[in-house]
């Protein structure tokens, strides 16, 4: 009858099978030896940051980032850190032209260390390699040889002459770096100063010499020749070393 009889349901749609997607293989990597580099900017970047940052902030890491290669393809050129900083300083010496030197051995050991304090004045990051030890530009050992020549042609003994070349380098790098540290406090003036300042009149008992001359300081020991000084240092050598005992 109209109205009573039951419709069927419609067939359900068998559902369609996808085809399994196809896996894509990985990309792969390209295996060949480290990016070639140019030594002459590896060792323009490491001088940079150096001269920038000082010596602890390089390392082969930091120099290989730079450069947008890796410290392996670094390690195809220098062995360790030592080396490469030892490339850092090859030629700087060369870039001084040597003086003219007189005949006269103990004026021309007096010129050569005043030409060595000139040279490191200029390059002041140099001093942070040097003070790692045994580091040095082959080409400023010329300096060297010349100041034990010179004290051996004084009278020295083989001896006394490497011991006057160790105060002559002492003085010169101890002055540049006391300058290079008033330097950077003038640039960046400290909110308060200690010595002299410290010392006080309340102090004068114990500190007689030191409070007597505390305000004259700082004028004091700014107002003096590097020539002068040395030329002191390497005639109390020589005398010291000649000296008939």
Avoid at 161 to 190: C, H, K, M
Wanted: with cysteine.
């Amino acid at each position: 009858m109209a109205g009573t009889e039951k419709k069927q349901a419609p067939a359900k749609k068998a559902p369609i099978k996808k085809a399994p997607a196809k896996k894509q293989a990985p990309e792969k990597r390209s295996v060949g030896r480290p990016r070639r580099l140019d030594p002459d900017a590896m060792v323009a970047t490491a001088r940079r940051i150096i001269e920038e940052e000082g010596v602890d902030a390089l390392s082969m890491r930091r120099v290989a980032k730079e450069l947008g290669s890796t410290p392996m393809a670094l390690y195809h050129y220098v062995q360790d850190k030592d080396e490469l900083l030892m490339l850092t300083l090859s030629g700087t010496a060369a870039a001084f032209p040597r003086p003219e030197l007189p005949e006269d051995p103990r004026e021309r050991l007096l010129a050569v260390a005043v030409h060595l304090h000139g040279v490191l004045a200029r390059l002041p990051w140099v001093l942070d390699i040097l003070a790692l030890g045994e580091l040095t530009d082959k080409n400023a050992l010329w300096m060297v040889e010349e100041i034990i020549d010179s004290a051996l042609a004084c009278g020295l003994s083989p001896a006394q002459a490497v011991r006057a070349y160790r105060t002559i380098w002492s003085y010169v790098y101890g002055d540049l770096v006391f300058r290079r540290a008033a330097e950077r406090r003038t640039q960046n003036p400290p909110n308060k100063r200690w010595f002299p300042e410290m010392v006080t009149e309340e102090d004068a008992a114990t500190l007689p010499r030191l409070a007597a001359i505390k305000d004259e300081w700082r004028a004091y020991a700014a107002d003096y020749e590097v020539a002068d000084e040395l030329d002191a240092i390497v005639r109390g050598l020589i005398e010291r070393g000649t000296a008939v005992g």
